[in-house]
């Protein structure tokens, strides 16, 4: 009879015990404080970031599914490799439907690789799934960086994200090659915040040799390189970018160079009015004025000058905080080192006391603290343990505030002085966003006000003298904001330099004292 009475008290204590982890995992994951922490902590986008993933590659799924996809830009894509495909290296010869291909060489080659892929551009549907995989890709880059710099509360992330309907519509149901320009971009930032300068410049240079808009990041990449590796590696890095652009225009450099480069390269192509998101007000007959576009010019190098030395002062923070990481580290992981060599040996010795005792003393031990348990009526608590050293660790990515904002910023100065932009090209800058208005001094309603404007402005079509305006005042807003704090900012480095300089100067003169 024994033997069955055993049986039935071991599914028992089996369920208990299940039942504590399933509280215990419960009591801390399951309420309303970890559900703040995750829509309101920064800390907690790495967790929030895989979620997002997630749904959005249902979402994804869906739109491909249930969304009819509308020919814009794809079918004269595949016209134009067609045409170097069988060929022709004339940029002058290579068109399509909707006019002469006016991209860089590495446009043709990905494009002519998505040629083959679909079946000769036939199988749109297998395209679109490829395009939802570089909606994803880019996505987890975006998240990546955003996870680094901890400035941008998830909630914020997840609404941008989600509620975009132009940007889904850009990437599975358009297919343009913005998605694919802007993707290595952010694969370049990623490389460059991971000091992996070499690499970095490659994907910068294969983003431009897509689309020419990726350009807009290079004023601020320029100072990039000059704080983090000074003049003569800066020249190295430049010198990796362009021979990647005569490498990839080799071809067509070596055969027809000046059709080429007029035609990739053309800066003086004028737009047609009747696509433009952001100069609706404005009559057809100004908009193409040449000397409209040369004042919109002049606006964006001024911006540009105007922004230059905060950039630059952001990024020697950078540059400074990126070297004290390299001199604490080290001894941070050798701490960490030893803290885990130091619970390795506690738990040794623990295991070594419960090993001395027999099977007859634990039993024994056991039972006595059941029967103090039964007659005080209370339930069992752990015995108070000795508290252990937590693991040593400094969040030294979030210094990268310091080199994100001044990249999000020269492409917004970029965009908002544009002659023209079209329905495609919000994909230029709408996952900075969110970074740039949580870069400002506004009120969270101003900040949302802001990101809720300009998807409204996107998503008129066809845009109208109001969109167009709001659009422009939106821009305004935000360059005015990230304008305020960069100011703030400077102020409050320059009063800390002059008391550093104050303190060496009296540190000076005390010493001086000392001598005489």
């Not at 749904?55 to 045409?83: F, H, K, L, S």
């Not at 990839?248 to 070596?254: H, I, K, N, R, S």
């Not at 079209?422 to 994909?427: A, C, D, G, N, R």
Request: hydrophobic share 45%.
């Amino acid at each position: 009879m024994a033997p069955p009475k055993a049986a039935s008290h071991r599914p028992a204590v089996r369920r208990r015990k299940s039942g504590t982890l399933v509280d215990s995992i419960l009591d801390k994951y399951l309420n309303v404080r970890f559900f703040k922490y995750l829509l309101l902590e920064p800390a907690a986008l790495p967790i929030v970031g895989l979620f997002v993933l997630l749904a959005e590659a249902v979402i994804n799924v869906v739109v491909i599914q249930r969304v009819p996809y509308t020919e814009i830009d794809w079918v004269a894509y595949m016209q134009e490799c067609e045409g170097f495909l069988n060929g022709t290296t004339n940029y002058a010869l290579l068109r399509g439907d909707t006019g002469p291909l006016v991209y860089p060489a590495a446009f043709v080659y990905i494009y002519s690789a998505l040629y083959y892929v679909t079946s000769h551009g036939t199988n749109v549907r297998l395209a679109q799934y490829i395009f939802a995989g570089i909606y994803l890709l880019q996505l987890a880059l975006v998240l990546r960086l955003y996870s680094k710099s901890r400035k941008v509360p998830p909630y914020v992330l997840v609404l941008s994200a989600f509620t975009s309907y132009r940007i889904h519509s850009i990437y599975v149901l358009r297919l343009f090659n913005d998605p694919v320009a802007v993707l290595l971009l952010y694969a370049s930032l990623n490389l460059f915040l991971d000091r992996r300068w070499t690499l970095g410049s490659t994907f910068f240079s294969l983003a431009v040799g897509v689309k020419m808009n990726i350009l807009l990041f290079a004023p601020a990449l320029f100072l990039f390189y000059l704080a983090n590796l000074g003049l003569l590696k800066t020249i190295l890095q430049l010198a990796v970018c362009g021979v990647i652009q005569l490498l990839l225009g080799a071809p067509f450099l070596l055969t027809y160079p000046v059709e080429y480069l007029r035609g990739s390269f053309d800066l003086g192509r004028i737009f047609e009015h009747k696509w433009t998101v952001n100069y609706r007000f404005l009559s057809r007959e100004l908009f193409e004025n040449r000397s409209f576009h040369l004042s919109l010019l002049g606006l964006h190098l001024l911006l540009l000058l105007a922004i230059a030395k905060p950039t630059w002062t952001y990024f020697q923070s950078y540059v400074r905080l990126r070297r004290v990481e390299d001199q604490l580290q080290p001894q941070i992981d050798q701490q960490n080192r030893e803290v885990k060599a130091q619970k390795k040996v506690r738990k040794a010795q623990k295991d070594k006391d419960e090993k001395n005792f027999t099977a007859e003393q634990q039993s024994f031990l056991k039972a006595f603290e059941k029967s103090l348990q039964k007659s005080s009526g209370a339930k069992a608590t752990p015995a108070p343990t000795q508290s252990e050293p937590e693991r040593y660790g400094i969040h030294f990515d979030r210094c990268t505030q310091l080199a994100l904002l001044p990249f999000f910023l020269c492409n917004l100065v970029g965009v908002a002085c544009s002659r023209s932009l079209h329905y495609q090209f919000y994909v230029w800058y709408f996952h900075s966003l969110p970074y740039l208005a949580w870069s400002t001094p506004y009120s969270l309603g101003v900040r949302c006000l802001i990101l809720g404007l300009i998807e409204y402005c996107w998503n008129t079509y066809p845009s109208t003298n109001f969109s167009s305006a709001a659009l422009h005042f939106t821009h305004i807003l935000l360059l005015a904001g990230v304008a305020k704090q960069l100011i703030q900012t400077m102020r409050i480095n320059n009063a800390a330099k002059k008391e550093q300089q104050e303190q060496q100067k009296k540190e000076q003169q005390q010493e001086q004292k000392k001598v005489q």
